[in-house]
């Protein structure tokens, strides 16, 4: 039975100007969805896009199992949380719109009995010589300083939290839409409130990146911002 994983999936990709990767890339998480899923939902949460990538996706309205809902605040948090909300499935593959990993990844979240290891789970980026010399290093160098502080700051228990590929169940993981932040510090947050709530997670490492350049990051004014949002997070949950 060519049907291996767990019944039902959305596969939530949250979009700010990706809409065209997400087409060029369509087909492929299409067949992977189809090889491995009874059920299925690609939800497509565009936030701050240009009008101009959001109609190059008008083509994806003839599917049914195809939802493109666009925000026109932007924000990945925002956009995140709005599809945790409106997921058709409980279980919620949180996938970057970039493309920066291959979604196969996604089967190492299952057992050996085709069912999700944990509610909540998600990649840990090793650093390969050939990531090593393919990313810039200053990119390499305030990704390993911010994990640092997520860990001491905040008493993470993770090696990265910020990779953008993720899976919840949110019957399980109840409180996964109560993060309040808007921006890519909704990924910390989601560790904070599994911690709260005694949820099981689960990390799968990789070193297997895609070369991507359509990341949305500004590494020094983002990194900045982000530090700044360790020492509000660690007031409003009350981190010792």
Do not use: W
Not at 107 to 134: C, G, Q, T
């Amino acid at each position: 039975d060519k049907k291996t994983m767990e019944k039902n999936i959305t596969i939530l990709l949250p979009s700010k100007d990706h809409e065209k990767v997400i087409l060029d890339n369509f087909q492929k998480l299409n067949n992977f969805c189809l090889k491995h899923f009874e059920n299925f939902e690609i939800l497509i949460i565009s936030n701050g896009s240009s009008k101009e990538n959001i109609a190059s996706l008008d083509g994806f309205k003839k599917f049914d199992f195809v939802n493109h809902q666009i925000l026109s605040t932007p924000g990945k948090g925002n956009a995140v949380k709005n599809g945790l909300i409106i997921s058709k499935y409980p279980n919620i593959l949180i996938f970057d719109s970039d493309f920066a990993y291959d979604i196969s990844l996604a089967l190492k979240f299952f057992d050996e009995d085709k069912k999700p290891i944990a509610p909540f789970m998600y990649i840990e980026r090793l650093l390969s010589n050939e990531v090593r010399k393919n990313t810039p290093k200053i990119r390499l160098l305030a990704g390993t300083i911010f994990n640092y502080l997520i860990r001491k700051i905040l008493s993470i228990d993770s090696k990265d939290t910020q990779a953008g590929f993720k899976f919840v169940n949110k019957n399980e993981f109840l409180n996964c839409t109560e993060f309040i932040s808007s921006g890519f510090e909704y990924d910390i947050e989601l560790f904070l409130l599994a911690k709260k709530n005694n949820i099981k997670t689960y990390s799968v490492d990789t070193s297997q990146l895609s070369k991507t350049d359509y990341s949305n990051v500004n590494i020094i004014p983002d990194s900045v911002k982000l530090f700044l949002k360790l020492f509000k997070l660690r007031q409003i949950y009350k981190i010792n």
